[in-house]
């Protein structure tokens, strides 16, 4: 896949306008809880997604995947993060203790980097808000350290964000 493809949660296709897990009344068909009936069926129990649904397996293979937001805590805790042009694009460049790094791309227009987590919210007490968002990492390019990595953030499963696979352990 080519630099910045934006995919839905849960949702392995690209340039398609629908969201894979709606029926024709916007009801959710997957990833939906107990108590949550009435914006969705059928009940599953799923809020992870399952490696079917992972862009990250779909594009990469079996030995990848899209992190957990344990994962992602874990980036935010542990790397340092830089704004870094390269290769004609925007982006930050995240810096282990080991001294690996990676990078994010950047959005053009908003400045942002949004990544999926394989974590769909739950925990609220309003069930159409944890079946209608997933977990996400978002930083901010060229904004101050304290604003710029934010890992408590969330976005509806149909709008499009960046995936960043990690190696299956």
Known sequence: TE????????DTRVNVSDYKW????????????AGEEKYGSPVDNLSVLEASDDAAVELWGDNWRTPTMGEIKELKENCTVKDLFH????????TGPNGKSLFFLVDYNSQKAKYWSVNRRTG???????????????????????????????ARRYQKSYIRPVKSK
């Open 87 to 94: 290769g004609g694009f925007r982006g930050l460049l995240l």
């Open 3 to 10: 630099l910045g493809t934006e995919y839905r949660w849960g």
């Open 22 to 33: 709606w029926d024709r009344d916007k009801k959710f068909t997957k990833y939906v809880l």
């Open 124 to 154: 609220d007490s309003d069930p159409y808000v944890n079946i209608s968002f997933a977990h996400i990492m978002e930083m901010q390019y060229g904004t101050s350290a304290g604003k710029r990595f934010q890992i408590d953030q969330f």
